[in-house]
């Protein structure tokens, strides 16, 4: 599957956007979805996942009541919407995707399919 980001800019702490994650090729209802981020010289991170059901979801501690991730399998995007944003979330973001079942959705290894990233700012 083709994965396309979008979705990223410069935003205020505490403010909000939402990233968009658009594929192509494929139905993205079969796949896991993660969505990543790599600041510079920092490794990249996983910040959230969803399963290919939709029915696990799975965040990082420092996201966690923040961020949310969802899915659209009729329009074959994904989503990640992002609040309270702080300046430490700043960092270019990924979505990636694994046909079926992984184990641990916040593992880049574990996924296949890789978009180009989107730059989140958050200036204080």
């Known amino acids: 599957v083709q994965l ?11 403010g909000s956007l939402r990233l968009s994650c ?5 139905a993205l209802g079969y796949y896991a979805i993660g ?22 979801t799975s965040y990082a501690d420092s996201v966690k009541g923040r ?6 399998d009729r329009k074959n995007m ?8 702080k300046p430490e979330d700043s960092a270019a973001y ?11 959705l916040l593992a880049p290894d574990n996924y296949d399919d890789w978009g180009q990233g989107t730059q989140v ?3 204080s």
């Open 67 to 72: 961020f949310t991730i969802s899915g659209d």
């Open 94 to 104: 990924y979505c990636a995707a694994r046909i079926g079942w992984i184990p641990n």
């Open 22 to 26: 658009a594929a192509s090729g494929s």
């Open 35 to 56: 969505w990543f981020r790599q600041a510079p010289g920092k490794e990249r991170e996983g910040v959230s996942g969803i399963s290919a059901s939709g029915s696990t």
């Open 78 to 85: 994904a989503y990640l919407e992002m609040n309270s944003l």
């Open 121 to 123: 700012t958050v200036s």
């Open 4 to 14: 396309q980001a979008s979705g990223g800019g410069l935003v205020l702490a505490g």
